[in-house]
């Protein structure tokens, strides 16, 4: 097995389980959403999404196929993000959620883009080095880095809906949703003009994880959690596992990269 760090532990795995879901409900995962209800052979397209986070997530945990796992999962993620989310930002560019929605999609795409920029081959690195090494890891670091501003700008925008999550032995709703807000939109800022940036990333994936413990999965544990939760709950874990990706990326990875080479 080849484990590069913990996030990638995690986010393998969720690949995984993300795939076994997909597999055994037959329709798209909640970070696969976004296909217009008459898009031609939809169902197809779902198993083939659930086949690739399966296969994917199996093959990061391998040295001989992490770098073509790494490969497939970050080019079908960036294919989906391109095709199936930025439309919402061209049809409704004044509506935050369609950045919120987009961000979601782009902190899965980052974390996968890293992993390929760690793992890629030799032949990789001579036909896509503007994508990958030192370059593909800050460039996803920028794009995580808009993926954060896009969360905190909801929290804003939509404090009616942000507030209520707030746990309620915390007073205080309304401040929580505020000063959460806050941090996610300077730790994206940070992230992308690299001031403090490794601080602000692992910040913002612990606050992503405590979202995560804190919100929804009290909800799921309960047993009652409806359809809408349950997605939520999925999608907070899958960008803490992607979150964490990105923050990892400040920990002496530079010798996974030079390794390739």
Request: hydrophobic letters at 55%; charged letters at 10%.
């Amino acid at each position: 097995m080849r484990i590069a760090s913990a996030g990638h532990a995690v986010f393998a795995a969720t690949m995984i389980a993300l795939g076994i879901a997909g597999l055994i409900h037959g329709d798209f995962t909640p970070i696969w959403q976004g296909v217009p209800k008459d898009f031609p052979a939809r169902p197809e397209l779902a198993y083939l999404c659930a086949f690739v986070g399966l296969a994917t997530g199996l093959g990061l945990l391998w040295r001989r196929t992490a770098a073509t796992a790494a490969r497939v999962l970050f080019v079908c993620l960036l294919l989906w993000l391109l095709l199936f989310k930025l439309r919402f930002i061209t049809a409704q560019p004044m509506v935050e959620g369609s950045y919120q929605s987009c961000g979601e999609n782009a902190v899965i795409v980052a974390g996968a883009w890293i992993l390929y920029a760690w793992f890629a081959s030799g032949k990789d690195r001579r036909q896509f080095d503007f994508a990958i090494g030192e370059r593909g890891v800050r460039m996803a670091r920028a794009l995580y880095g808009l993926a954060v501003i896009a969360f905190g700008l909801s929290h804003f925008v939509y404090l009616g809906l942000t507030a209520p999550l707030v746990p309620g032995w915390l007073p205080a709703h309304t401040f929580w949703a505020y000063f959460t807000g806050c941090t996610y939109l300077i730790a994206g800022a940070a992230v992308i003009v690299n001031v403090h940036a490794r601080l602000a990333a692992a910040l913002s994936a612990v606050q992503m994880g405590l979202f995560t413990l804190l919100v929804w999965a009290p909800i799921v544990a309960a047993g009652h959690a409806n359809a809408g939760q349950m997605a939520e709950f999925v999608v907070s874990w899958t960008l803490t596992a992607g979150a964490w990706v990105v923050a990892d990326s400040w920990h002496g990875k530079t010798d996974l990269i030079a390794h390739r080479r």
